[in-house]
């Protein structure tokens, strides 16, 4: 039977209590740094170079370990900063859709990060979105900027308590990679089995920046909708997207992501792993070259692991000027009975046999994403490789 998507951000709440602000991050629940932790957010901040954290609508913890960086949340970043209106709502539309209307008129803080011109941030820089009310509507802002020549790297780990049941998450996100500046959001959703996850977010990369943006969600979510935009506006610019989904019986998630290639020789990269064990995924993708020069590539890969359960792959490309190099690949499927035959012949159950190649098959290394959170990535594909089993 076919979810019914249409609830909206007014059905649940919008009024949970405030949080107190916390200097010191221990003090928090361990079941929460537990939560955190295992969307990359480590609350010890060992190795990172600065944490922001929402819970609910209140900044519960914000600072930085580098000099160069700022981190604050966007209603303080807009008071001091007149010239952040010229950011807000420029790459996403706030008449997009009913979501994006409400976070318009009822979002919560976000967060605001840039990293100075120049600038090369040591290590990863932190940010979570967490929900600790069960039934409410979490709507916040966020943008990025990471100004000319300089590099960042943000993790940013969505989460639900363990008492959280239901409610909604929408995330405005607007990232401004300026020339020669390179960009890594990484993303990680763990959120509750009722939840409605809709994020809408894009990038602008001026000449000679790179933009990757990789996405994992391995848990179940009622719906997560969500489709990141990436405009190459500068000679150069390169985007990737690589994302790893895994839908559990109840998920609906209907993703993707596109790039528009505005200037001479950009380049852009979009792999998506899928897996459903008796959810549905669409999994779209969308290249668009409009200079001369550019270079596109699109994979769509999906692996059904149940009798029940849908994956929908839908690559387009679109090239309007010659000489535009574009290609895709897309393939969706059961694990053939003869590659679990060969293991099993080798000594491994049927079990193992299955395991390994699942894990081959998820086994995505992103590049440019640092050691640590390519391990966050790796426990979380043996998490979901324990519940696959």
């Known amino acids: 039977m076919k979810k019914d998507t249409r609830i909206g951000p007014q059905n649940f709440s919008g009024d949970p209590p405030r949080r107190t602000y916390l200097e010191d991050l221990g003090m928090l629940r361990p ?15 060992k190795d990172r170079s600065g944490t922001f954290i929402q819970m609910d609508h209140s900044v519960v913890h914000c600072g930085v370990r580098q000099d160069g960086l700022e981190v604050m949340s966007t209603a303080a970043a807009a008071e001091r900063y007149p010239w952040l209106a010229g950011y807000r709502w420029r790459l996403v539309q706030a008449d997009k859709d ?28 932190q940010a979570c979105m967490y929900i600790a009310a069960d039934g409410i509507t979490q709507a916040v802002h966020n943008i990025v900027v990471v100004e000319e020549g300089a590099e960042l790297n943000l993790v940013s780990g969505c989460a639900s308590a363990h008492d959280v049941q239901t409610g909604m998450h929408l995330g405005i996100s607007e990232f401004y990679v300026k020339k020669n500046a390179k960009l890594t959001f990484t ?10 996850v809709r994020p ?72 998506a792993r899928t897996i459903t064990t008796g959810g549905e ?76 190649i699942v894990r081959g098959f998820l086994n995505v290394r992103i590049e440019g994403l640092p050691p640590e959170l390519q391990a966050e990535i790796d426990r979380a594909v043996a998490a979901s490789q324990e519940s696959i089993m």
């Open 98 to 125: 009913e979501y994006t209307a409400y976070a318009r008129e009822h979002a919560r803080h976000g967060y605001f990060i840039r990293a100075l011109p120049g600038v090369k941030v040591t290590y990863p820089l």
């Open 281 to 356: 995924i669409i999994n779209r993708g969308r290249l668009v070259g409009e200079a001369p020069g550019v270079k596109a590539h699109l994979e769509c890969n999906g692996l059904i692991l149940s009798e029940r359960g849908l994956i929908h792959a839908i690559p387009e490309l679109v090239a309007t000027v010659s000489g535009a190099e574009m290609s895709h690949e897309a393939a969706v499927g059961k694990i053939a009975p003869e590659e679990i035959e060969y293991l099993m012949a080798r000594g491994q159950s049927e079990e193992e046999a299955t395991a390994t």
């Open 187 to 196: 993303m990680i959703h763990n959120w509750a089995e009722k939840m409605q």
């Open 200 to 271: 809408r977010s894009a990038a602008l990369v001026e000449e000679g920046g790179v933009y990757l943006s990789n996405y994992v969600c391995m848990q179940a979510v009622d719906v997560l909708q969500m489709y990141p935009m990436a405009y190459l506006d500068g000679p150069g610019a390169t985007a990737r997207f690589h994302s790893i989904l895994v839908a559990p019986p109840g998920s609906y998630m209907d993703v993707g992501s596109g790039v528009v290639l505005r200037a001479p020789d950009t380049r852009a990269e979009s792999i």
């Open 31 to 45: 079941e929460d740094r537990d939560r955190m932790l295992h969307t990359g957010v480590d609350v010890a901040e």
